[in-house]
T-cell receptor, first 115, second 115 residues
């Protein structure tokens, strides 16, 4: 597609439940980036993929967070045993290259609310 | 450590007037890119303008222009002839080529446009 598609738009989970977010990158884009925007509006980089391979996972919390990009499937970000502090908007972005001269195109985000 | 600082949490401008949003960054890299993103209440992330560090000429996109001062590590955004639709949160971001392409964001500036 011509846009980065994120689903669902809003996800509500009780504390301790699992949450799974999806991202379909723009067709032809090899790189996918996940960012977390918390309520103070600060963005935090989580992880990036080059096709189905993890490219940079320096921002991923060591526990509870995992992500995948499998061939012919949307990428996913999964949070196990969610905590109140996981409440945030999670953005996915895709790009043709990791080189900074290729802009990242963002999806509309998934708002995750942990109750 | 690479950091991006936006020292103005909120700014306001009268419709049709000009406003400048400030951004400073800290880096030891020589090859990098700077970006301004607009995030309206719909929470879309829209790329407004970008600047390559190796270019001395300031980038311009219609009513949006930047004042890039490499030595001072400053990257301000000027919006001319402000319109009501410019009201949004604006994020300054940085990425460098020897990294994996992840964006490092500032804290954001909320711009209010008064009719």
């Amino acid at each position: 597609g011509e846009e980065v598609a994120q689903t669902p738009k809003h996800l509500v989970r009780g504390e301790g439940q699992k949450a799974k977010l999806y991202c379909a990158p723009i067709k032809g884009h090899s790189y996918v980036f996940w960012y977390q925007q918390v309520l103070k509006n600060e963005f935090k980089f989580l992880i990036s993929f080059q096709n189905e391979n993890v490219f940079d996972e320096t921002g991923m919390p060591k526990e509870r967070f995992s992500a995948k990009c499998l061939p012919n499937s949307p990428c996913s970000l999964e949070i196990q045993a969610t905590k109140l502090e996981d409440s945030a908007v999670y953005f996915c972005a895709s790009s043709q290259s990791f080189r900074s001269n290729q802009p990242q195109h963002f999806g509309d985000g998934t708002r995750l609310s942990i109750l | 450590a690479q950091t991006v600082t936006q020292s103005q949490p909120e700014m306001s401008v009268q419709e049709a007037e000009t406003v400048t949003l400030s951004c400073t960054y800290d880096t030891s890299e020589s090859d990098y890119y700077l970006f301004w993103y607009k995030q309206p209440p719909s929470r879309q992330m829209i790329l407004v303008i970008r600047q390559e560090a190796y270019k001395q000429q300031n980038a311009t996109e219609n009513r949006f222009s930047v004042n890039f001062q490499k030595a001072a590590k400053s990257f301000s955004l000027k919006i001319s002839d402000s319109q009501l639709g410019d009201a949004a949160m604006y994020f300054c971001a940085y990425s460098f080529s020897s990294n994996t392409g992840k964006l490092i964001f500032g804290q954001g500036t909320t711009l209010q446009v008064k009719p």
